[in-house]
């Protein structure tokens, strides 16, 4: 499976951003588990944004509630994550993940990066001014 995100740049503090993530070759494993969005600040481990479950089901990390939102369209194979009200502490590069486990998905470990990820995409860049 190949993941590849697009749309990062450079906003201003209150600005909006739209991430997505064409996925291509899909397998069973995929289709019963979750994806995300991830990042990882300069100095900092990687931490979870937002995932969504095979049902729709969408969760977010308590630094971004309200204000993303993670979408899919199973047409187009394609991951969002549309970011409103950005903050300077938004600045990082995040990163399209998929086959997380509906098990981490479910309980919220999915925050802490699990190990057992499957997949990862190579990364965008937000970077937010204030």
């Known amino acids: 499976m190949q993941l590849a995100e697009s749309g990062g740049g450079s906003a201003q503090a209150g600005g909006s951003l739209r991430l997505s993530c064409a996925a291509s070759?899909?397998?069973?494993?995929?289709?019963?588990?979750?994806m995300g969005w991830f990042r990882q600040a300069p100095g900092k481990g990687r931490e979870g944004v937002a995932v969504?479950?095979?049902?729709?089901?969408?969760y977010y990390a308590d630094s971004v509630k309200g204000r993303f939102t993670i979408s899919q369209d199973n047409i187009k194979n394609t991951l969002y994550l549309q970011m409103n009200s950005l903050k300077p502490d938004d600045t990082a590069m995040y990163y399209c993940?998929?086959?997380?486990?509906?098990?981490?998905?479910?309980?919220?470990?999915?925050?802490?990066?699990?190990?057992?990820?499957?997949?990862w995409g190579r990364g965008t860049q937000v970077t937010v001014s204030s």
């Open positions: 969504i479950d095979n049902d729709g089901t969408t």
């Open positions: 070759g899909y397998t069973e494993s995929t289709i019963s588990s979750c």
């Open positions: 993940a998929a086959e997380i486990g509906l098990y981490d998905c479910y309980t919220g470990s999915w925050v802490a990066v699990p190990s057992d990820i499957g997949y």
